[in-house]
């Protein structure tokens, strides 16, 4: 399976600070919990990526999305 493989799966997807000054993404699905602590720094790359990759996608879309 790579990135491009679509799969209907649901997932509950959290995000925010933890009491450690970390960013976590906490992400839950078919009884797996998957949490994933950042820097913050790390956590602003990981926005960065993904505002990217939206664009990228609305762009392929031809802006229907």
Known sequence: MGIDTERDIE?????????KG????YVEA???EIPMDFAPD????????????????????GGRN
Do not use: F, K, W, Y
């Open 11 to 19: 997932a509950n997807l959290q995000i925010g600070p933890t009491d």
């Open 42 to 61: 790390d956590a602003e790359e990981i926005a960065e990526e993904i505002s990217a990759a939206a664009a990228r996608a609305r762009r392929a879309s």
């Open 30 to 32: 078919d009884g797996v």
């Open 22 to 25: 970390m960013v976590r993404i």
